[in-house]
């Protein structure tokens, strides 16, 4: 049975150790949330999503988050409810809704940021400064890995 080390040096051996500590540290992460916070994951990414790319149709945000429009429909309902975002009219197609983040549903998830934010600043310091800059240099590409487009061929 190879080593780890031995098994990164693989395309299939790092994407393996990449999924496994990736994965980990989101499961980590999600405990970190602010302890009034019971919204689902779901929701959160809405609310994360219209904090970094502004106000999004209702389309825009299935498209984003990968659902059907009738469920992102009734997530858009629910934090609407709660006063976390509102629902206005398309500025040019009455058939479409413009999903905007309130002040409430902007302070819900600042706080919930900072919340993550300090545990994990707390985990970095613990880091050499080598260790440090290697995350420094990965966390872009993460990000392009993330964002990425291209389709799933599952081979």
């Given at each position: 049975m190879?080593?780890?080390?031995a098994s990164?040096r693989?395309?299939v051996?790092?994407?393996?150790e990449?999924?496994f500590?990736v994965m980990?540290?989101?499961?980590?992460?999600?405990?970190?949330?602010?302890p009034?916070?019971?919204l689902?994951?779901?929701a959160?990414a809405v609310?994360?999503g219209?904090?970094?790319?502004g106000?999004?149709?209702?389309g825009?945000?299935?498209?984003r988050?990968?659902?059907?429009?009738?469920s992102m429909?009734r997530?858009?309902?629910?934090?609407?409810?709660?006063?976390?975002?509102?629902?206005?009219?398309?500025?040019?197609?009455?058939?479409q809704?413009?999903?905007?983040?309130?002040?409430?549903?902007k302070?819900?998830?600042?706080?919930?940021?900072v919340?993550?934010?300090?545990w994990?600043?707390?985990r970095?310091?613990?880091?050499s400064?080598?260790?440090?800059?290697?995350?420094?240099?990965?966390a872009?590409?993460?990000?392009?890995i993330?964002?990425?487009?291209?389709?799933d061929?599952?081979?």
């Amino acid at each position: 049975m190879p080593t780890a080390a031995a098994s990164v040096r693989s395309n299939v051996g790092l994407a393996s150790e990449l999924r496994f500590g990736v994965m980990r540290l989101r499961r980590r992460l999600v405990r970190e949330r602010h302890p009034d916070n019971d919204l689902s994951l779901s929701a959160m990414a809405v609310l994360f999503g219209l904090n970094r790319f502004g106000d999004l149709t209702v389309g825009a945000l299935a498209a984003r988050e990968q659902v059907r429009p009738p469920s992102m429909t009734r997530t858009v309902t629910t934090l609407a409810e709660a006063g976390l975002v509102e629902r206005l009219a398309h500025p040019t197609d009455g058939r479409q809704v413009v999903v905007r983040l309130t002040d409430a549903g902007k302070t819900l998830i600042e706080a919930d940021r900072v919340r993550r934010d300090r545990w994990l600043s707390r985990r970095l310091a613990e880091l050499s400064a080598e260790e440090r800059d290697v995350l420094r240099r990965a966390a872009p590409i993460l990000q392009r890995i993330a964002d990425s487009d291209q389709p799933d061929d599952h081979a």
